[in-house]
């Protein structure tokens, strides 16, 4: 088992750009989710899935779109990346109340 | 003021120290959480308790639902276990699927 992981581990953008960011998990969770760690704050929810087809808006969803068109894969897109959204994002998936993380993908919007 | 609270932020400990990280919140919750953070960035899942105690190798995690208060205790602390120790809280108001996270504490184990 891969467990969970995510594609790509780095990415340097320039404002405006856009890209996807991949989490694909092996161990058949119903939930996933994303999430942002920046210096000095704690994990911020972007967005997460309760299932297949589903998606829904965490505490920070500006600025970010999702999909879980397959129950292994949930999508971040940034649209038309901000410097504000240079970050960590981290994904994870849960079948109970425990989550399972990804390794991360830095994201430097320049 | 944070509804999840850590302390301290920091910590450096010579190994073979008993080491004590504490989690402080304020509001109902139905789950607590700790994971730790490596240098390098993976996050994992290090004890889910909603009450008393649970040990796995050296390490205890302890909560007390009324004080709203947990500690993560790690015996005979070693270099590998340096690293950042996040706290999150699962309210049982709400959606319960969401997490309220603390800001970790960075740990240092200096041989």
Redesign the interface.
């Known amino acids: 088992n891969a467990g969970v992981t995510q594609t790509p581990k780095f990415r340097v953008l320039k404002t405006g750009q856009s890209m996807t960011l991949l989490c694909a998990q092996d161990m058949n969770h119903e939930?996933m989710y994303w999430y942002r760690q920046d210096p000095?704050?704690?994990?911020?929810?972007i967005h997460?899935s309760?299932g297949e087809g589903t998606t829904a808006k965490?505490e920070v969803p500006d600025g970010y779109n999702v999909s879980r068109l397959k129950k292994q894969n949930f999508l971040l897109g940034l649209e038309s990346a901000a410097p504000s959204q240079t970050s960590?994002y981290?994904c994870?998936s849960s079948i109970s109340?425990?989550?399972?993380?990804g390794?991360?993908t830095?994201l430097t919007v320049t | 003021k944070n509804e999840v609270e850590q302390s301290p932020q920091n910590l450096t400990a010579q190994e073979g120290e008993f080491i004590t990280i504490n989690c402080s919140y304020s509001v109902g919750i139905s789950a607590l959480h700790w994971l730790q953070q490596h240098p390098g960035g993976g996050i994992v899942s290090l004890f889910m308790l909603s009450s008393g105690k649970k040990k796995h190798g050296r390490l205890i995690a302890t909560i007390n639902i009324q004080e709203k208060h947990s500690s993560l205790h790690i015996t005979a602390s070693h270099p590998r276990d340096s690293a950042v120790y996040i706290c999150a809280v699962r309210a049982n108001a709400g959606n319960n699927r969401k997490l309220i996270w603390g800001l970790g504490t960075s740990l240092a184990v200096n041989p």
Do not use: I, N, S, T
Not at chain 1, 97 to 101: A, V
């Open positions: 939930y000095g704050m704690g994990l911020r929810l997460y309760v965490g960590v981290f994870a109340y425990e989550q399972y993380f390794p991360g830095r």
